[in-house]
């Protein structure tokens, strides 16, 4: 008789979980902030906003785009081989971070009779070029963490499920966070915090 095969643990490893947390975490983060931007640029230029059409949002968000090319064909390559992965994530996220923590400080901008039309322009613009470029950073590295700790494991079912769980963040924080920022407008807080 041939011996059975080695049994596979039922259970993920921890760290394997964290990482797969981490990316669920990004994605849904980050299909919120891309949705909630649209509304939060719209809000109206009597109430302190930047009372953005369609066009002017789609003028912002091409900042994103030079953002993501630029780190995807020349930050991302230098900082991962300089620095590794780890501080490649991190480096990505503290800029995701940093980037949409800092709008407040942008609606300062908001007032057209004050400062003008291009500032805001640009600081949405370096905005979302900051914030796109960090996710360039993030998303690789997360699924090189995902390969590399799921060694000798079927990284098929385990990249299936991490995706998944990412679809799904996807799916409901962009409607929770609308829900919250909702929340916020009914309660005056925008208006005192422009």
Known sequence: FAADPPRRSACYTRLLLQVGAAYVVLSGSVAAVTQLFIVMVSYPSAKGGFGFGPTQIGAVQNGGAAGLLLTQQLIFPWVSKRFGSYRAFVCGWTAFVLAWALFPVYTIFA??????????????????????????????????FINRVSAGMDKGVINGWVNSCGALA?????????????????????????
């Not at 057209?112 to 690789?140: K, N």
């Open 111 to 144: 007032d057209t009779e004050r400062f003008g039309s291009a500032p805001r322009y640009v600081a949405l613009s370096l905005m979302q070029a900051v914030g796109a470029g960090g996710c360039g950073l993030c998303f690789p590295t997360a699924f090189v």
């Open 170 to 194: 996807r799916a409901l924080w962009p409607p929770m966070m609308a829900w919250v920022l909702g929340v916020a407008a009914a309660s005056g807080m925008p208006d005192r915090v422009c």
